[in-house]
C-alpha cells in the first residue's frame, strides 16, 4: 500500500507539473486545451488545475463559448507566483561612468518596473549596488521579496561556473574579486545566474529576434566599446570550458608591416577604430553608432566608409564561419544596430569576398535593449522551472 501513495502522488505530481509548464510556455489555455496537449482525461486535468489553482499557481482569467452549455474557464498561470529581475552591468558609453539597467518580470513576463542608473565601481563596491538596486526595483514593482525566485546577471565579460567566478571585465571595479557571486547570492537570498552580455542578447535574439526560425546562429556584437560574439547550436549556446567562448575581441591579427606589432580584432572594429576610420572618410561622430547612422542614412562618402568598415569585419567573420559554418550570422550591438541594412550589405559583399561558404547576414530585430531582455528571459526561465520543480516537492 505505501508503494501504490507513492505512486499515486508521482504520478499526480508529474500530472500538475505537465499542465503547470504548458500554462507557463503557451499562456492561458483551457480545460480542453490543456487534455489535447497533455493526453490526460477530463477529471485528471480537473484536478490538477485544481490544487494548482489552491496552490496559487495558476487562476481563472477568463471565459469562451464552448457550444451549448456554460462556457469554459480559461486558466493561466498566476503572474505573482514569483518574479525575475534582469540586472545588466554595462561599460562607461558616452557618460564615462559604467552603468547598471535593471528590469523586474512577472511569471507571465510582463515587466513590472524598469530602471538605469550610473554607478561608479571605483566608489560603489558591486554587490552593495546590485542589491540596492534589485531590493528598490522590487519595491517599486510591489512584488514581495520572498516571490523573487532569481535573479540573472548580465556582465561584459566571461562567468567561469567552475570556480564561481567573473573573468575579463570590461568595467572597472572589483568585479573579478573572489567570491563575488556568492556574496550577492547571500545578500539577496535568492539564486543567482551570471552570463556574458552578449550571449544574452543573443538569448533575446533567439526569442524576440531575427534567429527566432534559425537551426543554429551566431550573433556578432559590435558595441559603441567592445566587441563580443554568441553562438547558439541549436537552441543552446556555446560558452566554452571556462565561460570564455564568443571573446571575439582578444582575436589575435598581424599588422601588415610585421609581425612585431601584434593586434586584435578589437584594434580594427572596436568602438575607437569605428571613430579613427569614419573620421578618415570625413564622417565625424560623438559615438562609433552615431558616425555608422549617418553613414548608413546617406552621409557624402558613406559608401567607402561602410565598405571598409565591412571589410574589417570580414576579418573576424571569416574566421567564425570557417570553425562554425553557421546559416546565419546577426548583426547586433549600438554599431549593428545602427547600420542597418546598409551595414549588412556591405558586410554580405565582403564575406563574399572573403569567405567561400556561404552565410546569411542579417541585423538584429531587437529595438530594445536586447541584453536586459535577454536576461529577463532567461530569468524567467530559471523561474519557471524552479516552479515546476516546486510542484513535484510539494506533492511528493
Known amino acids: 500500500m505505501p508503494r501504490l501513495a507513492g505512486s499515486s502522488k508521482l504520478l499526480r505530481a508529474i500530472n500538475e507539473s505537465a499542465a503547470l509548464a504548458h500554462l507557463l510556455e503557451r499562456g492561458p489555455l483551457t480545460r480542453a486545451d490543456l487534455r489535447e496537449l497533455t493526453g490526460l482525461s477530463k477529471p485528471t486535468i480537473s484536478e490538477a488545475l485544481r490544487r494548482l ?8 482569467v477568463g471565459h469562451v463559448s464552448a457550444g451549448p452549455g456554460p462556457n469554459a474557464e480559461v486558466y493561466a498561470a498566476s503572474p505573482d507566483a514569483a518574479y525575475a529581475v534582469a540586472v545588466s552591468v554595462r561599460d562607461s558609453g558616452e557618460t564615462g561612468t559604467p552603468s547598471v539597467a535593471a528590469a523586474v518580470g512577472d ?18 563596491d558591486p554587490v552593495a549596488a546590485v542589491t540596492e538596486i534589485v531590493e528598490r526595483l522590487r519595491a517599486d514593482a510591489g512584488a514581495p521579496a520572498s516571490r523573487l525566485a532569481h535573479v540573472q546577471l548580465a556582465v561584459p565579460a566571461s562567468y567561469d561556473p567552475q570556480t564561481d567566478s567573473i573573468h575579463h571585465v570590461g568595467v572597472t571595479g572589483g568585479w573579478n574579486r573572489p567570491g563575488l557571486v556568492r556574496e550577492l547570492r547571500d545578500r539577496l537570498g535568492t539564486s543567482v545566474g551570471v552570463d556574458n552580455d552578449v550571449n544574452l542578447a543573443a538569448v533575446a535574439e533567439r526569442r524576440r529576434g531575427a534567429a527566432r526560425d534559425a537551426d543554429s546562429f551566431a550573433l556578432l556584437w559590435l558595441g559603441d566599446e567592445g566587441l563580443g560574439l554568441a553562438i547558439d547550436l541549436g537552441g543552446t549556446l556555446l560558452r566554452g570550458a571556462r565561460g570564455g567562448a564568443g571573446e571575439i575581441g582578444y582575436m589575435p591579427l598581424f599588422a601588415p608591416d610585421g609581425e612585431d606589432r601584434k593586434v586584435d580584432l578589437q584594434d580594427l572594429v572596436g568602438g575607437p577604430a569605428v571613430l579613427a576610420l569614419a573620421a578618415e572618410h570625413g564622417i565625424r561622430a560623438r559615438t562609433p553608432a552615431a558616425a555608422v547612422a549617418a553613414a548608413a542614412a546617406g ?9 571598409a568598415l565591412a571589410g574589417r569585419v570580414s576579418v573576424g567573420l571569416a574566421a567564425v564561419i570557417a570553425v562554425l559554418d553557421p546559416p546565419l550570422v546577426v548583426l547586433a550591438g549600438q554599431v549593428g544596430r545602427a547600420g542597418g541594412p546598409a551595414l549588412r550589405d556591405a558586410v554580405t559583399a565582403a564575406m563574399a569576398r572573403a569567405e567561400p561558404l556561404e552565410t546569411t547576414i542579417a541585423v538584429t530585430a531587437i529595438d530594445d535593449d536586447a ?17 515546476i520543480t516546486s510542484v513535484h516537492e510539494s506533492t511528493t
Not at 53 to 60: F, I, K, S
Not at 372 to 385: I, M, P, Q, R, S
Open 299 to 307: 552621409a557624402e562618402d558613406a559608401a567607402p566608409f561602410l565598405a
Open 371 to 387: 541584453v536586459l531582455l535577454g536576461a529577463l528571459d532567461a530569468g524567467l526561465t530559471t523561474v519557471h522551472e524552479a516552479l
Open 107 to 124: 511569471v507571465s513576463g510582463q515587466v513590472r518596473a524598469r530602471t538605469e542608473v550610473a554607478v561608479d565601481f571605483l566608489r560603489t
Open 53 to 60: 489553482t489552491d496552490a496559487g499557481l495558476a487562476r481563472v
